[in-house]
């Protein structure tokens, strides 16, 4: 059926686009939206689609505003595509878009799972008082009769197992799906069985006790019931899915972040033929910018991004371009001069024509090189899910053989022994400690960064960083402060430092350049008497004119000076040689055509920077400086620091190519940046690490945060990282420990010897054990010395 009446032969979806269930394809409740038909469940789903207020809810994390059609992607396995949102069908992990767009509703997934997580908790902490409450105090009997309390149990823990676990038992079944070509087990596998099984056992047990030996039945006349463990199990992987997902959200951000550098409109100007006429003397109309093609002229007017890549053809302005350069200071641009989309204009406008739109700017190239990196990563439970694929067919292997030796050979009564058998088996093998081995280890660790100055944005990041062997680093903002400082180096003439330097200060008052906010700082550093200025100029960009107590002060580089007609700059060229050689910036200042002082302005290296480079090589990793800043202001830093290999005069997207490379030759790469032009190389690295300083797209795209800029705390957290992987390989000992030993036991292969098998209550009991276990070791990370 099509909404417009009509009818289609093209086939149905087996997916509802708006809540996510699985639906009859051929079933009489469908739609149709740009060739494509769908199903539905109901006709409020329908309605919904139709409307446009579609997107799955319970599947695919996506959006509101999301095309339901889109190409959706696994982040665990990148190389599943399928259209539309859904399951992977080899992990179970819900898939996400493989293109962010900037504009984003809710999170659909996020959102269902938290409302699940919501009730799962409201419903599961009555049941586990229920079941824990009669061990700890027998009188709790004499309240809630062991009858009364085990359909009490059965009416709170269901919803929990059957609503707020449905998605995993969804794709636990799909992992084992008997008309899928091979299986996937998975986490999601074992989460199905134990689950499942546990609550299967206890609705028997509830429902019909009499089925069960005397033996088993307790002095109260009724069998042990296992919901707690049911639905305590589904609580807690709703806990580590929701973590999950917002971490995800987090990662998606900082595509969009980047994506919101480019203004969503242009100012677009029709030129006038007439002569007489500037080419952008014309009609001026605001367009989206997806509307801009190239040949198009658009004015830039002064603190406004620049829209789309393209070349200055009238007017003048300073462009701070640190998104691609990484250099703090702004650019001048004018008439033939090329500009890149999301830099932005100041002290001037221009009109620009467009050359490069849509997918071919560098901002769009920064964008895809970011997505690609992060779909490349693999998540940090994929140890887990690799030991699962072989533990699930174990344990199933087991339990069904454990059932056939009771049930054919063992005593009497042989199907209730059997059944208890085969429950007690996949009870004790239940994922609890299994799931809780990496997450609690990591969330601790995380907990324990965060007091050391270190925000661990990304799981995969902590466990990566101990397998570190070559650390890249940014320059400006990471090796060195990022702000430009200003100090008076020589003056000649006769005049006086603090003259010179109140006339510089004075002269640069008008400007909007960060080297003129230094030379102000260091004007107020002295304590000095800032005079007013007038005729203030900025004729060719590289400087500033004006008269200041009656006198023309002029303020800028060499060239400028020498441009201008100033005389006696030729005195400074040793001390400016030798500024250049540092790596700092040579600004000369003239007094009524003379030359008469030399600042010099420098970013400085960070105070904490030497020890912390130091300590990094005495842990034997290898250092690189990778930078857009010129090769020999990079060098001279990297001297300074001991650094030999230098990557300079390097754009964004030849940035993630570097760190690609390296980890092309097998080496495990941690990126340190705090800068747009960073991202990329960020994304690239097996662990990327913003400074707390920087901007927020580094910030989002990174996986760790230097909270205080310290690169201090990145030799802590590695130390970190070191103690909790450790941590997590004590913990997966400890879990696959207690199901190695118990799963024979509940297997009945003492039973010959003692007489006596392991009852799902000490399975249980086992299982919590293991958990307790797990949680115990890892909070042992709060107090281990780093």
Known sequence: MRTDGGTSTAPATGLDPVCGMTVDPDGPIT??????????????????????????????????????????????????RQQGPG??????????????????????????????????????APVVVLEMGSHLVPAVHDVVPPAVSAWLQLALATPVVLWAGWPFLQRGWASVHPFRRGANLNMFTLIALGVGVAWLYSVVATVAPGAFPPALRGDHGTPDTYFEPAAVVVALVLVGQVLELRARERTSGAVRALLGLAPPTALRVSPRTACGHSPSAGDEVEVPLDQVAVGDLLRVRPGERVPVDGVVVEGRASVDQSMVTGEPMPVTKGEGDAVVGGTTASG????????????????????????????????????????????????????????????????????????????????????????????MSIGVGVGRGAGLGVLVRDAEALELLERVDVVVLDKTGTLTQGAPRAELVATTGGAGG????????????????PLARAVEAAAAE??????????????????????????R??????????????????????????????????????????????????????????????????????????????????????GRLGIERVEAEV????????????????????????????????????VGVAMGSGTDVAVEGAGVVLLHSDLQALVRVRALSRATMRNVRQNLWFAFAYNGLGIPLAAGVLYPVVGVLLSPVVAAAAMALSSVSVIGNALRLRRTPL
């Open 31 to 80: 739609a149709e939206r740009d060739g494509q038909r769908y199903a539905f469940c109901s006709e409020h789903c329908r309605h919904r689609f139709v409307d446009g207020a579609g997107g799955h809810a319970g599947h695919g994390g996506g959006r509101a505003e999301e095309d339901p059609t889109a190409t959706h992607t696994c982040p665990m396995h990148p190389e599943v």
């Open 87 to 124: 399951s992977c069908p080899q992990c179970g992990m819900a898939l996400e878009p493989l293109e962010v767009t900037a504009e984003a509703g809710p999170n659909h997934e996020l959102d269902d799972m938290t409302r699940r997580l919501r009730v799962a908790a409201l419903l599961a």
């Open 348 to 439: 001037g406008g221009f009109v620009m024509r467009a050359e490069g739109v849509g997918r071919d700017t560098v901002l769009a190239r920064i964008v895809a090189s970011v997505s690609a990196a992060q779909r490349s990563k693999a998540p940090v439970q994929r140890v887990a899910d690799r030991v699962s694929s072989v533990f699930v067919p174990v344990v199933v292997a087991v339990a069904l053989a454990a059932f056939l030796v009771w049930a054919l050979a063992g005593p009497e009564p042989r199907l209730p022994h059997a059944l208890v058998v085969a429950v007690s088996v996949l009870i004790i093998a239940c994922p609890c400690a299994l799931g809780l081995a990496t997450p």
């Open 498 to 513: 603090d003259d010179v330097l109140r006339w510089a200060a004075a002269a640069e008052r008008g400007s909007e350049h």
């Open 526 to 551: 002295r304590g000095l008497a800032v005079p007013a200025a007038s005729d203030f100029e900025a004729p060719a960009g590289r400087g500033v004119s004006a008269v200041v107590e009656g006198r």
């Open 553 to 638: 002060v002029l303020v800028g580089s060499p060239a400028f000076l020498a441009g201008s007609g100033a005389r006696g700059a030729g005195a400074f060229d040793a001390e400016v040689d030798a500024l250049r050689a540092e790596g700092g910036t040579a600004v000369l200042v003239a007094v009524d055509g003379a030359a008469v002082g030399l600042l010099a302005v420098t970013d400085p290296v960070r105070e904490s920077t030497p020890a912390a480079l130091d300590a990094l090589r005495a842990q034997g990793l290898e250092l690189v400086v990778l930078t857009g800043d010129a090769r020999a202001t990079a060098e001279a830093v990297a």
């Open 651 to 686: 754009r964004p997207e030849d940035k993630a190519r570097v760190v690609a490379d390296l980890r092309a030759q097998g080496r495990v790469v941690a990126m340190v940046g705090d800068g747009v032009n960073d991202a990329p190389a960020l994304a690239a690295a097996d």
